[in-house]
């Protein structure tokens, strides 16, 4: 439920933001905003607005698969507001590089949601690396997927033609393994022994 309560809260305010741009300026990682006029809420709202539609889909299609398969584990450890702390911290955590390197540049922005739904999908690959998706009716085994999504994240990258921040997969992927570690030590082992014991579907 907490899931699809973020997936809603993100399309709303995406959709809005696509024909307010007011409304988007306001709410980008703009560096300067932060440095100088201490609008640090934007280290948090660049994740609620995206570039495009597609941009979009894509990110909230991963929230939907992976957050609703892992949200009991952060409610459980941190308590009713647990997945939301950790989808806010993550998408955070994984902004504050890019902001540190461009808090002088005026012309650096940046937004997405990428950062927090990295964090999640790479916490539910510690726990279910072989479990089964479907991605345009193909079944993928997660940890396929997940390769794939990070592929896709370091070319788009390299390509450098839009406001979206791919690095922050990186850092968002990153925080997502630490943080889930640093709640639950032994699922390092136990990834590695599902790992090393392929069972596609479960």
Excluded: C, K
């Amino acid at each position: 439920m907490t899931t699809l309560i973020l997936i809603g809260l993100t399309i709303t305010i995406s959709i809005i933001a696509f024909n307010r741009r007011p409304l988007l300026e306001r709410l980008i990682l703009w560096p300067p905003a932060i440095t100088e006029r201490h609008q640090y809420e934007r280290l948090l709202t660049y994740g609620l607005i995206h570039a495009d539609p597609r941009h979009l889909i894509f990110n909230m299609f991963t929230l939907y698969f992976f957050g609703r398969a892992v949200e009991g584990f952060y409610q459980q450890e941190l308590g009713p507001a647990g997945f939301v702390l950790f989808y806010a911290s993550a998408i955070i955590a994984a902004i504050v590089p890019t902001y540190l390197q461009h808090r002088r540049d005026p012309n650096y922005r940046s937004l997405g949601a990428s950062g927090g739904v990295s964090a999640v999908l790479f916490a539910f690959i510690l726990f279910r690396p072989w479990s089964t998706i479907y991605v345009f009716v193909l079944p993928v085994p997660a940890i396929l997927y997940a390769l794939a999504y990070f592929g896709w994240t370091y070319f788009q990258n390299q390509q450098q033609r839009s406001n979206i921040n791919h690095s922050a997969h990186l850092w968002g992927a990153v925080y997502g393994v630490a943080v889930t570690l640093i709640i639950e030590p032994r699922a390092l082992g136990y990834f590695l022994t599902q790992l090393s014991q392929p069972h596609f579907g479960r």
